[in-house]
């Protein structure tokens, strides 16, 4: 079992640095984090903000396949390169992530349950 901990963020960021972005990422720099989210606002994946990916610990659970949470840290790397538009350009970018429509399809089924209070245990320490 692998713990989703701070560092298999820091590798998936840098994975996709070299797999989507040529090195854009590091330039901006971009950093990412584990965040618990208030409950106010517990359906929300991640967000970005000056340089900051932050992905909702409730998806660091091990229900949620790597390529869902995967998905949710290339749409936020996406705001570090592109910009906060969710535009066409931003969703032609966002078509290259190899597993998106799975991604979505899992999502649309299984998020709610995820994210709701009570949902599955997290995978990392908070
Ligand atoms: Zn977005």
């Given at each position: 079992m692998t713990l989703r901990d701070r560092e298999w963020l820091d590798d998936a960021l840098a994975a996709f640095d070299l797999l989507y972005f040529e090195g854009a990422l590091a330039e901006v720099p971009v950093r990412i984090v584990w965040h618990t989210y208030r409950p106010a606002v517990t359906y929300t994946c991640g967000d970005y903000l000056e340089g900051r990916i932050r992905i909702n610990r409730?998806?660091?659970?091990?229900?949620?396949p790597d390529y869902v949470v995967l998905g949710t840290v290339y749409h936020e790397c996406l705001h570090a390169v592109v910009g906060m538009d969710h535009d066409i350009s931003f969703e032609l970018a966002e078509?290259?992530?190899?597993?998106r429509t799975k991604a979505a399809l899992w999502e649309a089924y299984h998020l709610d349950a995820v994210m709701r209070p009570g949902g599955p245990p997290c995978n990392t320490p908070p």
């Amino acid at each position: 079992m692998t713990l989703r901990d701070r560092e298999w963020l820091d590798d998936a960021l840098a994975a996709f640095d070299l797999l989507y972005f040529e090195g854009a990422l590091a330039e901006v720099p971009v950093r990412i984090v584990w965040h618990t989210y208030r409950p106010a606002v517990t359906y929300t994946c991640g967000d970005y903000l000056e340089g900051r990916i932050r992905i909702n610990r409730r998806l660091s659970s091990l229900v949620v396949p790597d390529y869902v949470v995967l998905g949710t840290v290339y749409h936020e790397c996406l705001h570090a390169v592109v910009g906060m538009d969710h535009d066409i350009s931003f969703e032609l970018a966002e078509g290259r992530y190899v597993h998106r429509t799975k991604a979505a399809l899992w999502e649309a089924y299984h998020l709610d349950a995820v994210m709701r209070p009570g949902g599955p245990p997290c995978n990392t320490p908070p």
